[in-house]
């Protein structure tokens, strides 16, 4: 691949993701149709405020999406907040034409779809309060607002433009959306890159050579590193500019950060457009896939099971991240080691996914037990294993017990054969533990059958996640 220099590489990726002046034209011209049919309805309810990249002059080329707000006086009780900015949102969309949806945050909003001339528009409707003090809030988006009146401040067209650098970059690299699902990069922290690096080239040559504790602060409100870092503790710290009580990369995992300074790495020392529109990843084919895992010597173990209908994806991720967790601890104590763990789901299947060194143990278990001069801990290691075989090695007690299982798709079977009590007893997440005890476990031979019947989606997944390296060096 022939090399190229930064200069010339940026601006023809600009071209592509930066809106013409026909799409700013049309988006304007839906915004203050939304507006107007906003403002009417709303009255003097609520204030009607546009947010998001649209507003900021950051949105990239082809994303037709936009965040409205409606403002509600402070002094509003909780319960007719969330009840009446609903009752506006819907109202406020059937004017449009559009269609709707309730979704979830720390509040319901409204999430919808519309039309403005032959173009679909995106818009998700968010009550909050007009807070003046962001550092006062009383619903997590109420800050948002304040957001936008920071960039808008300080933004000037190039600012814009690396912001939409920053942000093509870190999605092609798989870091961006605060999600829990993806657990990347917001538009806003995005943003707050651009101002405290100027460029992107120089925000490149930085982010390659980030170590995790990173600390941004661009009014420098944090009192100083060691207090943020006892405070926050994360592999990012950029302290908001309108609330130094908050870190804006609290969502970045550390597989997020170091994905895009790995990602940075391989752009500054192969400066292409490549990495801001990478080509995307083929499935592995079945066969493939059966490969891999004999290459590896390993065993794979799938958990699927049916996706709980209305449950959205910021209540399905986590829960399912905790049910791994809990599953690979439980593993272990059956003396099965996992090598690898990782989720995956769409609108119908959720997958849990282990891959296995020790798959199968011996019947029994060696349990070495305190010394023969600490009297009291050896008396009820005793006592623990009376009519036991005991015996001492090396000045300890010692004893043998025999496994129930001694192989894990037996010991995965069983324990999902308990009432769903027991599960949530031994750490499976309440929303998921009623599909959890009509899920199919696969292995081996099985397991890559089960493969071959879900999406090619879940195809793509197993190669990333087999050809996955961030290493910053």
């Known amino acids: 691949m022939p ?26 011209s839906t915004v203050n149709m939304v507006m107007q049919a906003a403002s009417k309805i709303a009255g003097k309810t609520a204030v009607p405020v546009m947010c998001g990249s649209v507003e900021k002059g950051t949105w990239l080329a082809g994303k037709r999406e936009f965040d409205l707000f409606l403002l509600f006086n402070p002094v509003v009780s909780r319960e007719e907040f ?25 509040h319901p909003y409204l999430r919808g779809s519309m039309k403005s001339g032959k173009l679909d528009y995106s818009i998700d409707i ?33 600012l814009s433009d690396t912001a939409r650098l920053i942000k093509a ?27 405290h690096y ?14 995790a504790g990173l600390l941004v602060d661009l009014e420098r409100k944090a009192v100083d590193y060691q207090a943020a870092l006892d405070k926050f503790r994360a592999p990012m710290m950029v302290i908001d500019p309108v609330d130094p009580n908050r870190n804006v990369a609290a969502a970045v995992s550390a597989e997020s950060f170091f994905a895009f300074s790995r990602a940075c790495k391989d752009f500054i020392s192969l400066p292409h457009r490549k990495w801001f529109f990478p080509s995307r990843a083929g499935p592995y084919s079945v066969k493939e896939v059966a490969a891999a895992v004999s290459r590896r010597r390993t065993r794979w173990y799938l958990v699927r099971f049916d996706r709980p209908m209305n449950l959205v994806d910021d209540t399905l991720w986590p829960q399912m991240r905790k ?23 769409d609108g119908r299947d959720c997958v849990l996914l282990f891959e296995l060194e020790v798959w199968q143990v011996p019947r029994v278990v060696k349990h070495v037990g305190p010394t023969i001069w600490s009297h009291k801990q050896a008396k009820a290691f005793l006592e ?5 075989k005991c015996w001492i090695e090396k000045d300890c007690w010692v004893t043998e017990t025999e496994r129930e299982h001694t192989v894990a798709l037996d010991y995965l079977k069983s324990f999902f054969a308990q009432p769903e009590q027991a599960l949530l007893g031994k750490g499976m997440p309440s929303h998921i533990a009623a599909a959890l005890l009509k899920a199919n476990i696969a292995s081996g031979a099985s397991a890559v059958s089960m493969i071959s019947k879900l999406p090619p989606e879940f195809r793509v997944f197993i190669c990333k996640l087999l050809e996955k390296n961030i290493s910053p060096v």
């Open 82 to 106: 969330e009840k009446k900015g609903l009752d506006l949102a819907k109202k406020i969309i059937s004017a449009l034409d559009g269609k709707w949806e309730i979704a979830y945050a720390e």
């Open 384 to 388: 623990h294993y009376r009519g036991k």
């Open 198 to 211: 100027g460029s992107f080239a120089r925000c490149a040559a930085e982010a390659q050579k980030w170590e």
């Open 3 to 28: 090399a190229q220099s930064v200069e010339k590489v940026l601006p023809s990726v600009l071209k592509k993701i930066r809106p013409s002046a026909s799409d700013q034209s049309a988006m304007q």
């Open 323 to 345: 049910a791994s967790a809990s599953l690979e601890g439980l593993l272990a104590d059956g003396g099965f080691r996992v090598l690898r763990r990782d989720v995956w789901a």
């Open 126 to 158: 968010v009550p909050a309060y007009d807070v003046s003090d962001p550092s006062r809030i009383k619903s997590a988006v109420d800050r948002t607002p304040h957001h936008v009146s920071y960039i808008k401040k300080r933004f000037t067209p190039d």
């Open 169 to 195: 970059f870190a999605k092609a690299a798989g870091a961006y959306g605060a999600d829990v699902k993806t657990q990347g990069f917001s538009g806003y922290l995005c943003e707050l890159l651009a101002l």
